[in-house]
């Protein structure tokens, strides 16, 4: 997996265009099992076609010049890193979820500062979006930490920093 944070605005993107006006990201590192979970829930729409159709390449229900490719790129990275992509409702909020799993041996660099920049960046250019985040795993120093952005993101940043 080269780089989680493309895929997470991608995916956030997704949300907002869905209609989301609250989106949970959910992180989770396990070190002992090397499995990395990233988890986007929104209170948007939902989709607009079954999970299988979705995951075609090329399939788009977005107008403009979107490719369709978002979605299976992610689903093949995720499946290359020993993992997996899934799709359904979001049984928290009630729109979408997508829920991508892989072992953090595939990560090329841990991904804890780059996913709180892409996190900040979907913050400022959608304002109206309520972003929350919840971290779990051993370098967040609990085992669930549920946070609004501007605090998990500096717990993002100071994990990374640990880290590096």
Known sequence: ??????????????????????????????????????????????????????????????????TGLGLSLLRAEAEAAAGGLTLGPSPTLGGARVDVAMRLDHVDRPPLGDLATTL?????????????????GDEFGQPLIEAPLAQATELLIRSAERLA
């Open 120 to 136: 900040v960046v979907a913050a400022v250019t959608n304002l109206d979006v309520e972003f929350t985040i919840s971290l779990e």
């Open 1 to 66: 997996m080269h780089d989680v944070s493309l895929y997470l605005l991608e995916l956030l993107e997704n949300s907002v265009r869905a209609g989301a006006s609250h989106i949970n990201v959910g992180l989770r590192i396990d070190h002992a099992s090397g499995e990395l979970r990233l988890t986007v829930d929104d209170d948007g729409r939902g989709f607009d076609a079954a999970p299988e159709r979705i995951l075609d390449p090329f399939f788009t229900t977005k107008e403009g010049k979107k």
